[in-house]
C-alpha cells in the first residue's frame, strides 16, 4: 500500500524567509504532483513532476523529485504572506489506475 | 487550459435525504473520473473511480450502496449521496484527465460541501 506522507504538517513563517517542505512516499510510483489549497477552496496545480532529477519552478516556489530516494520537495524563497496556504503532494499509483494518494498536507503560515 | 466544474458548490440537506453533485468536464473528453472527500482540516480520501459506461470502482471502505456514482458520458459523472446523515458532511471533490494532453495532468473541480442537518 502506498503510503505518503509531509513534514512538516504545520509551517509558520516569517516574509523574507527561506523554509522547505518534504514529502516522503513509500512505493514506486511515475509522477508527483503539488497541489495548493486555500480555506473553504479546491485544489490549484503547481507541480507536475515527471521523471528521477526533474525540477521545476514558478515564482518563489520550486519543487524537485527523487525517486531513488522516493522524495519530493517544495522550497519556498523569500516568503510572502499570499504564499499562505495548505499544501500537498500527491503520488500516482504506478499501475493503479491514475489514482492519487495524498500526503496530509502542510499548512503554511506567513507572518509579515 | 482543461476546466472540471462541479454543481452545487454547496448544499444544505436534512437528513435522510438525497443530494446529487455533478462533475463535468468543459473542454475535454474524460473515460475516467476520480471522487474524493475531505473533511476539515484533513487531506482528500479517495472515494472512487467513475468509469464511463460501466460501474464505479470503490475504495475499501466507501458504501458503493449509499454512495452512488454514474457516468453517463464522456463529460459529465455524477455522485449520490443517499440517505445523508450528519457524518456524511464534508466537502467532495471530483478530478479529471484529459488524456490527449502529453502531460495528463489531472484537473480539479471547485468542490461541493454538503452540510446534512
Known amino acids: 500500500e502506498l503510503k505518503v506522507e509531509q513534514n512538516p504538517l504545520f509551517l509558520s513563517m516569517q516574509e523574507g524567509k527561506n523554509y522547505t517542505i518534504y514529502c516522503n512516499y513509500s512505493t514506486t510510483s511515475d509522477r508527483l504532483y503539488w497541489y495548493r489549497q486555500d480555506p473553504g477552496k479546491s485544489l490549484e496545480s503547481l507541480f507536475v513532476?515527471?521523471?528521477?532529477?526533474a525540477v521545476k519552478q514558478e515564482g518563489r516556489l520550486m519543487a524537485s523529485l527523487d525517486t531513488k530516494a522516493r522524495l519530493s520537495t517544495l522550497h519556498i524563497t523569500a516568503a510572502v504572506h499570499d504564499l499562505s496556504a495548505t499544501y500537498f503532494c500527491a503520488v500516482e499509483i504506478v499501475g493503479g489506475a491514475q489514482k492519487l494518494v495524498f500526503g496530509q498536507g502542510t499548512r503554511l503560515t506567513i507572518n509579515p | 487550459g482543461a476546466v472540471v466544474s462541479q454543481h452545487p458548490s454547496r448544499v444544505i440537506c436534512k437528513s435522510g435525504t438525497s443530494v446529487k453533485i455533478e462533475c463535468r468536464s468543459l473542454d475535454f473528453q474524460a473515460t475516467t473520473m476520480f471522487w474524493y472527500r475531505q473533511f476539515p482540516k484533513q487531506s482528500l480520501m479517495l472515494m472512487a473511480t467513475s468509469n464511463e459506461g460501466s460501474k464505479a470502482t470503490y475504495e475499501q471502505g466507501v458504501e458503493k450502496d449509499k454512495f452512488l456514482i454514474n457516468h453517463a458520458s464522456l463529460t459529465l459523472s455524477t455522485l449520490t449521496v443517499t440517505s445523508a446523515h450528519p457524518e456524511d458532511s464534508s466537502f467532495y471533490i471530483c478530478?479529471?484527465?484529459?488524456?490527449?494532453?502529453?502531460?495528463?495532468?489531472?484537473?480539479f473541480g471547485e468542490g461541493s460541501r454538503l452540510t446534512v442537518l
Open positions: 478530478s479529471a484527465r484529459d488524456a490527449l494532453r502529453g502531460t495528463g495532468e489531472l484537473f
Open positions: 513532476l515527471l521523471s528521477n532529477g
